[in-house]
């Protein structure tokens, strides 16, 4: 079951199409990349799930339903890049407060943050005032207050800015579990190692239009290049063949890229009859930064020449 679906939004500012004609549907329970570089229409169309800004053109809809900013924002937890605390309020004091815009009764969010808060290492916080905490320790109190209320649609911008690496680990831990519970996350980063590791499904947009929508092991399948890592022992002369390209050679250790025609077998069969040891042998496969890279790029330049065309 789809907990969002987005139907050709639009978005237009001025002469800027921030958002121009995207559509993408997101299962319930899964955790989902939105990913751009700077400019390419998440904010937006973060704002738009949010009904912080309305769309010029086409339907966003919630839980089978289309979205009704003002009933259904109480099913929305969003954590923005930007920091959204009061600096002068007490920690305990704030959470609560945001608590109860959400709707909870004030003794079920006590309740909560007090579970959150011994989680999260996070109790003698209570009576401290945000300006007093690292970025770090505010990134978490922000974690707090966006899955407080138990929200079905969760929305992550940028949520281990600022953390050292153990509290990373730790909301990481509570992202998996908010997701086996049956809520859905939308998590937009620029850390595409972070996106590799923790996402089921990505959409990618630049310049306002989607340009890649699969799993992450689809979309790294559909650009992989027919390279091959192996481990070898027993080399004692230079590797050549009309079978593969040697890309990179350390020691024993061998990056090719098969030609075409050529399978995996003929490889292995070439370093078999060569009385050559394989004690490994693994497909290389794309990352996601690389595929990034490419994508945003070739769609820029592309974008250039249209300009000089129309010039």
């Not at 890309?247 to 030609?259: E, F, G, P, T, W």
């Amino acid at each position: 079951m789809n907990i969002l679906e987005l139907h050709h939004l639009k978005k237009y500012f001025a002469t800027q199409k921030a958002v121009d004609d995207i559509s993408f549907s997101i299962e319930q329970g899964s955790i989902f990349g939105l990913l751009g570089p700077n400019g390419a229409g998440k904010t937006t169309l973060i704002r738009m799930i949010t009904g912080i800004f309305y769309p010029d053109d086409g339907d966003v809809v919630l839980d089978g339903k289309k979205f009704d900013p003002v009933n259904d924002i109480i099913k929305i937890g969003y954590m923005p890049e930007e920091r959204g605390l009061y600096k002068k309020m007490k920690i305990g004091e704030q959470a609560l407060y945001l608590a109860q815009l959400k709707g909870m009764r004030k003794s079920d969010a006590i309740e909560k943050l007090k579970f959150w808060f011994k989680k999260l290492e996070m109790e003698s916080w209570w009576n401290k005032k945000v300006e007093d905490l690292s970025k770090g320790m505010s990134q978490k109190l922000q974690f707090v207050t966006t899955v407080l209320h138990e929200p079905k649609l969760i929305i992550l911008d940028e949520p281990f800015s600022g953390l050292d690496p153990l509290n990373a680990n730790l909301i990481k831990d509570e992202i998996y579990g908010l997701a086996q519970r049956g809520s859905t996350i939308i998590f937009s980063t620029h850390r595409m190692e972070q996106v590799e590791e923790i996402c089921d499904h990505i959409v990618l947009v630049n310049l306002g239009k989607k340009i890649l929508d699969g799993t992450v092991q689809q979309v790294k399948n559909d650009f992989k290049e027919n390279k091959f890592s192996l481990q070898l022992a027993g080399i004692t002369a230079p590797i050549e063949s009309n079978l593969f390209d040697v890309i990179d050679q350390k020691a024993n250790h061998l990056i090719v890229k098969m030609k075409a025609n050529t399978s995996s077998n003929d490889v292995l069969k070439y370093f078999i009859d060569r009385q050559i040891i394989i004690e490994a042998f693994n497909e290389v496969l794309p990352s996601l930064n690389d595929i990034f890279i490419r994508l945003v790029e070739g769609t820029q330049a592309t974008t250039r020449s249209f300009q000089k065309i129309d010039a």
